[in-house]
């Protein structure tokens, strides 16, 4: 009989100060938008913030990945509710336009198993945020970006 390992998730490590501060804020207005008390409000109010930096020159998708991986590790533990991928997704857009450049936002989905998904794009087509839940196995289709 073969013992399995339970395999480790362990925190990630605090991006630097400034990613930390552009996280933070970027994180914030993304929770406040979740408020909202109608799911197509939000959705509404989440497009038209991302569509804010669209007169922005493009990021580097290296740029984009620090911006995403600092609103990761910047999520708020006083938060009570799931944070999705969707504030994490406008998150990383606003985190991103917070350093003078844009990246797009994409509200995507999957037939099998029936999903829906938000990840955010480079210019050049870098997915960032897409391999979440199964991205790799099931691949997403993009409905929707930003421009």
Same mark, same amino acid.
């Given at each position: 009989m073969e013992a399995t390992m339970t395999q480790m998730i362990h925190a990630p490590e605090p991006p630097?100060?400034?990613?930390?501060?552009?996280?933070s804020l970027a994180m914030t207005a993304a929770l406040t938008l979740k408020l909202l008390p109608r799911d197509r409000w939000r959705t509404r109010a989440r497009l038209a913030l991302a569509r804010t930096a669209s007169s922005l020159p493009a990021a580097h998708p290296g740029d984009?990945?620090? /911006?995403?991986?600092? @609103?990761? %590790?910047?999520?708020?533990?006083w938060?009570?509710?799931?944070?999705?991928?969707?504030? !994490? /997704?406008?998150?990383? @857009?606003? %985190?991103?336009a917070l350093t003078g450049r844009r990246c797009h936002?994409?509200?995507?989905? !999957? /037939?099998?198993?029936?999903?829906?998904?938000a990840w955010v794009m480079t210019a050049d087509g870098t997915a960032i945020?897409?391999?979440e839940a199964g991205?790799?196995?099931?691949?997403w289709t993009p409905v929707y970006t930003t421009p």
């Open positions: 630097p100060w400034p990613w930390r501060l552009r996280a984009v990945r620090q /911006a995403y991986e600092a @609103v990761v %590790a910047c999520q708020p533990s938060w009570r509710g799931q944070i999705d991928c969707k504030e !994490r /997704a406008v998150a990383t @857009v606003l %985190a991103t936002l994409v509200l995507g989905a !999957r /037939a099998l198993p029936a999903a829906f998904h945020g897409a391999e991205g790799q196995d099931h691949p």
